[in-house]
């Protein structure tokens, strides 16, 4: 589990293709503070496990499905990524609960600079836009960040200068495709209310129970 907010960048120093996925290697640019060989490493919102840990360097394998996912296989050797180690029970949740499992790509359809801040819109497949509100959570290559204004394909952000500096989406230009999760509860709301056991049954939660109770 994470939270969105990026602890710094990395390099993809290799890239290599295996047992028909891939094999990372990966650099951070930041101290790699009581490293656990196997855990968790979000890698531009994509949660992998480090293995083979040595200093700021470790390796990452990547599925055949992540590949399929994600963005991740369009990567280059040399390129900067968005790296966020695992939130543990102590932290801060600053962002938002985000699991590190992409939802789908999205492309960038608009990018405007509106003062200090930099505006920018994604494209979106309508399969998830039912999930992105006004004002809700969203994760951008694992950065979290706040919806402006959402439609039936597309959302907008707006982004703060410090986050333009410290993470890779500064260096997103339109046309550029990225890695969306949308926020994780809707998704848990949407199944309970419109799976089987929600129409049948006492003490289901379904749209009368939601209703009584004042949820909606």
Known sequence: MFTGIIQGLGILYEKRPAGGGMIFGLETEFDLIDPEE???????GVCLTARNI????????VSPESLRRTGLGRLQAGGKVNLERALRLCDRLGGHL???HI??????????????????????????TRYVVEKGSIAIDGVSLTVNECGHDRFSVSIIPHTLAVTSLGRLREGDWVNIEVDMIGKYVEKLLTGKA?????????SAFLIEHGFI
Do not use: C, H, M, P
């Not at 040595?54 to 394998?61: E, I, Q, S, T, V």
């Not at 405007?112 to 497949?125: A, I, K, P, Q, Y």
């Open 38 to 44: 196997g855990e968790s490493i979000a890698v531009n």
């Open 103 to 128: 939802d789908a790509q999205g492309q960038i359809k608009e990018r405007r600079e509106v003062g200090d801040f930099t505006l920018f819109t994604f494209s979106l497949d309508t399969g998830f």
């Open 54 to 61: 040595r200093g700021n360097r470790f390796y990452a394998d």
């Open 198 to 206: 929600a129409d049948s049954g006492s003490g289901r939660i379904n």
């Open 98 to 100: 985000v699991s590190g």
